[in-house]
């Protein structure tokens, strides 16, 4: 088993940044990948970034060059820097982390971008 704990959520007004931070703690293996996604209320959940444990790196469209995903190998910590918040950006994230043929999640922390 594999429990994912995520911190850095909150409320900010746009053009503000935030940066959220996942650690992993259980049965990793070293071969991984971790990422976030989101949720919006009304909406699916959707891809935001992700990171191999070669940081070969994966982003949404609508997040390019506002989100860099970055990694802690020796801590199995993955972060998300957020800058240029935009009240689209509002959901509920959540981080993921996909290891030995299965994917595990966070419990979701809530990002709120006021306009």
């Known amino acids: 088993q594999v429990q994912l704990v995520e911190s850095g959520g909150g409320l900010v007004q746009a053009g503000g940044s935030l940066r959220l931070s996942c650690a992993a703690s259980?049965?990793?293996?070293?071969?991984?990948?971790m990422g976030w996604y989101r949720q919006a209320p009304g909406k699916l959940r959707e891809l935001v970034a992700i990171i191999a444990s070669g940081s070969s790196t994966n982003y949404a469209d609508s997040v390019k060059g506002r989100f860099t995903i970055s990694r802690d190998n020796a801590k199995n910590t993955v972060f998300l820097q957020m800058n240029n918040l935009k009240p689209e950006d509002t959901a509920v994230y959540y981080c993921a982390i996909y290891t030995g043929g299965h994917d595990y999640w966070g419990q979701g922390t809530q990002v709120t971008v006021s306009s």
């Open positions: 259980g049965r990793i293996f070293s071969i991984n990948t």
